[in-house]
Structure formats: structure tokens, C-alpha cells
Nanobody
């Protein structure tokens, strides 16, 4: 069974940086793409960044592509998914979710709040 647990959210000032992490456990995690999504009441849910199982290819939303970097690291019994976000803007305020993109299904983490403000 896949389990995704996010960490690293919080309050950050505009122009600041934040690194989100997701601990992904489960035997099949290494076989599937992983992604970060975010949800805001006004925009709904949008994909922020994704990464292939090998980590060789990444994709980013236009709004963040010059400010974010996604990476995945395979450790013993765990895969770590990271999202480095720089030059944060109040528009980046959202609940961020780690996701495993399966075949016809998505497994979600519980979400973590990021607030960009003073």
C-alpha cells in the first residue's frame, strides 16, 4: 500500500524560499511518476510539477517553471520527493499535495499548507 506524507510547509515571506518534502512508501512507488499539486479556493487544483520514475524527465506549470525544482531520491524502503520553491509570491499560497500517478488512479498525500505573506 502506498503512503505519502508531506512536510516542510509553513509561512514564508514574499521572495523567500521553501522546500517541500514527501515521504513516499510502498513497493510500487519507484515504478510510477510522482507529482506536486496545489489547491486554492479560487483556482481549484493544479499540477505544479511532475517527475518520471527514473527522475530523468520533469515538467512544470508555466507559473512556476523558472522558480521551482522537483526531484526524487530513492532510499531504503522509501522514496523522497522534493519541491524546491524560490522567489515565492503570495499567489503561491495554497495547500500542496504529493501525488503518485498510477494507471487510471492517483494516490494523494494529506496535503500541507504554504502561506506566502508577511
Amino acid at each position: 500500500q502506498v503512503r505519502l506524507v508531506e512536510s516542510g510547509g509553513g509561512l514564508v515571506q514574499p521572495g523567500g524560499s521553501l522546500r517541500l518534502s514527501c515521504a513516499a512508501s510502498g513497493r510500487t512507488v519507484i515504478d510510477y511518476p510522482l507529482a506536486w499539486f496545489r489547491h486554492t479556493p479560487g483556482k481549484g487544483r493544479e499540477m505544479v510539477a511532475s517527475i518520471t520514475p527514473s527522475g530523468g524527465r520533469t515538467a512544470y506549470a508555466t507559473a512556476v517553471k523558472d522558480r521551482c525544482s522537483i526531484s526524487r531520491i530513492v532510499a531504503t524502503n522509501m522514496t523522497w520527493l522534493h519541491l524546491q520553491m524560490d522567489n515565492l509570491d503570495p499567489e503561491d499560497t495554497a495547500v500542496y499535495y504529493c501525488a503518485l500517478i498510477g494507471v487510471g488512479t492517483v494516490t494523494w498525500g494529506q496535503g500541507i499548507a504554504v502561506t506566502v505573506g508577511t
